[in-house]
Nanobody, 126 residues
Framework: VQLQASGGGTVQPGGSLRLSCTAS????????IAWFRQAPGEEREGVSC????????YYADSVKGRHTISGDTGKNTVYLQMNSLKPEDTAVYYC????????????????????WGQGTLVTVSS
C-alpha cells in the first residue's frame, strides 16, 4: 500500500508543473484525496482536494484560479496542475487520502487524512 508523489522540480516564476499522486495497493475512488504543502519554517497548508466519488474539488484561496486538481481512475492517479507559479508556492508537496467523501473547505483539514505519501519538492525561483 503506497502513495507515490512525483513531478516536483525547479521552475521560474510564471511557469508550470504537474504533480502526480499514484496509489498502489488500493483504489482512490473510495477516498478524498488532497494535496498539502509545507514551506521551510511554515505550517502545513492544504492546497486542494478532490472527491473520489464524483470528482468535486476545492482549492485554497492561495491557489484558486491557478491550480487544477484532477483524477484518472484508470491510472489510479490524482494530478495537480500548477500554473502561474509564484515564489511563495515553493514547498514540499504531499498527497494524502481520507476515507470517505468530503467537500468544501472541510476537505482541507489535515486531521481527516490517514495515509500520506512522501513529499515532492517544488521550487519557484528565477
Amino acid at each position: 500500500v503506497q502513495l507515490q508523489a512525483s513531478g516536483g522540480g525547479t521552475v521560474q516564476p510564471g511557469g508550470s508543473l504537474r504533480l502526480s499522486c499514484t496509489a498502489s495497493g488500493f483504489t482512490l475512488d473510495v477516498y478524498t484525496i488532497a494535496w498539502f504543502r509545507q514551506a521551510p519554517g511554515e505550517e502545513r497548508e492544504g492546497v486542494s482536494c478532490i472527491s473520489g466519488r464524483d470528482g468535486s474539488s476545492y482549492y485554497a484561496d492561495s491557489v484558486k484560479g491557478r491550480h487544477t486538481i484532477s483524477g484518472d481512475t484508470g491510472k489510479n492517479t490524482v494530478y495537480l496542475q500548477m500554473n502561474s507559479l509564484k515564489p511563495e508556492d515553493t514547498a514540499v508537496y504531499y498527497c494524502a487520502t481520507a476515507p470517505g467523501y468530503y467537500s468544501g473547505e472541510y476537505c482541507l483539514m489535515g486531521q481527516l487524512y490517514t495515509f500520506w505519501g512522501q513529499g515532492t519538492l517544488v521550487t519557484v525561483s528565477s
